[in-house]
């Protein structure tokens, strides 16, 4: 057995930080994801020029960028929003929120694309026959469209939530102690760099399988209701 | 916000872009160089010769960038037999050592967009080319390569363009590429918006650059197809 020299829990405890930062961004890059299409499929131009702005914007930044302009750009524009209130004192935000909000937003620029093109291929019968059963906007887009979207963008969804989950091990430069920043401490008491991002690699790696198995279980349930031809 | 800091530091950034422009395509090309024996075994029938590729294109499309950086940079000075070793001027090197990791991550994805590209030439084309009598030579120079090199482009454009978002992770490494650069300025002006906005807008301008490049290219490469432009629905 590999000795972890007792930080084995800590990075255990890394990894619940990574999951969760995962997870929260994925909740804000889903909704966002959605307003964007929504956003880019309506017939209003200024909508249509933000959410072209927005992915054109965030897909090009690297994300480390995004992260680092959050992180640090927060705090400048919440204490000068602050200071026109009269409030003085120093305003930080948490690595963690930095974290959920740059990463929801690049999840959200990349998910926007997805969801406009599922949203795109529901064929218009689907729309016509919804309004000929006298359902309304939100009846139609919640029982119809959005089981559809759904079956048609989870590949894609699958493989933006891959790339999340390693885009989080970037939050560990602003601090956040999730399984990189764990494994940097373990390195600087230990010397021994290698076997634990060697150990931290591997961990990813699990939370990659565990995520590929969650998604393809998703994408054979939204896939229930076609027979296989 | 004060955006004259933007223009005292700028020929600063521009240093830093040149840093991350050589990061980006010395990776690149060797990462180019390496993807194209990985993607051959990586078909081979042979189980052995296949699960190998297999489970190093694994291994580094499944773990973050930053991961194999440390690896490499803070990793492997840890045995003695790399430090004792000819090896060791380049090691020690934080250049070489990103170059390192990125050539090795960057492989792993080009692997799987050229083996994408050689699994898609339809076998008709293949039979044709035997048809008309050409040698296996003639059928790869005229006909196999220049189609798989036209199916390549867009996911290779992608793919550089995806190398250059990650080159920003040199920073970690104490490079002074553009993010590193723009790091080191804001430490000592304490300016972070302004100089992180230019660093960005810098960083888009080279993402255009390269989208424009590549749209020139798949049109010189994909000519055969004729002056219509043929609309592909999305996939979604």
């Known amino acids: ?229 | 916000m004060d955006f004259s800091v933007v223009v005292e530091y700028f020929p600063r950034l521009l240093e830093g872009t040149w840093v991350s422009i050589q990061l980006v395509l010395l990776s690149i090309v060797l990462g180019g160089l390496f993807a194209l024996p990985i993607a051959l075994a990586r078909i081979s029938p042979v189980l052995w010769i296949r699960s190998l590729p297999f489970a190093y294109i694994f291994f580094f499309r499944g773990t973050p960038l930053l991961v194999q950086i440390f690896l490499v940079y803070y990793g492997a000075s840890q045995f003695d037999v790399v430090r004792e070793s000819v090896l060791w001027p380049i090691l020690r090197e934080p250049f070489w050592c990103a170059i390192i990791a990125f050539t090795l991550n960057t492989s792993a994805y080009t692997a799987e967009i050229f083996r994408g590209a050689i699994q898609a030439i339809p076998p008709g084309e293949v039979e044709a080319c035997k048809v008309v009598g050409m040698s296996k030579t003639q059928m790869y120079r005229r006909v196999l390569l220049p189609r798989a090199f036209g199916i390549v482009l867009p996911a290779y454009g992608n793919e550089i363009i995806l190398m250059l978002k990650g080159s920003a992770l040199a920073s970690t490494i104490t490079i002074l590429d553009l993010t590193g650069m723009a790091r080191t300025i804001i430490a000592r002006t304490y300016t972070p918006i302004e100089i992180f906005l230019a660093a960005g807008a810098i960083y888009l301008l080279i993402s255009m650059v390269i989208i424009a490049i590549f749209r020139q290219v798949e049109k010189h490469q994909n000519r055969y197809l004729g002056s219509v432009s043929i609309k592909v629905p999305d996939k979604g």
């Open chain 1, 1 to 229: 057995m590999i000795d972890l020299h007792g930080f084995g829990h800590q990075l255990l405890q890394g990894a619940l930080v990574t999951v969760e930062l995962a997870l929260a961004s994925l909740v804000v890059g889903l909704v966002l994801g959605l307003l964007g299409a929504a956003a880019k499929l309506s017939s209003i131009k200024p909508l249509q020029w933000i959410a072209n702005i927005y992915t054109t914007l965030i897909r090009g930044l690297p994300e480390l960028l995004t992260v680092l302009i959050i992180y640090f750009g927060a705090t400048t524009v919440l204490m000068s929003i602050a200071g026109l209130f009269g409030y003085d004192e120093y305003i930080e935000i948490g690595a963690f929120a930095a974290g959920v909000t740059a990463l929801g937003l690049t999840f959200g620029a990349y998910a926007t694309e997805v969801f406009r093109g599922a949203l795109q291929s529901i064929p218009k019968g689907q729309h016509e026959s919804a309004v000929a059963l006298g359902m309304g906007t939100f009846h139609k887009f919640y029982r119809i469209i959005l089981p559809q979207v759904w079956r048609i963008a989870l590949p894609g969804l699958g493989n933006l939530f891959l790339v999340l989950l390693k885009d989080t091990a970037l939050v560990s430069v602003v601090g956040l102690e999730d399984i990189m920043r764990k494994a940097n401490i373990a390195v600087s008491s230990t010397k021994e760099a290698f076997l634990f991002y060697l150990v931290a690699a591997i961990m990813y790696l699990v939370l990659t399988i565990v995520s590929m198995g969650v998604v393809s279980y998703l994408e054979k349930r939204a896939r229930r209701g076609l027979t296989r031809g």
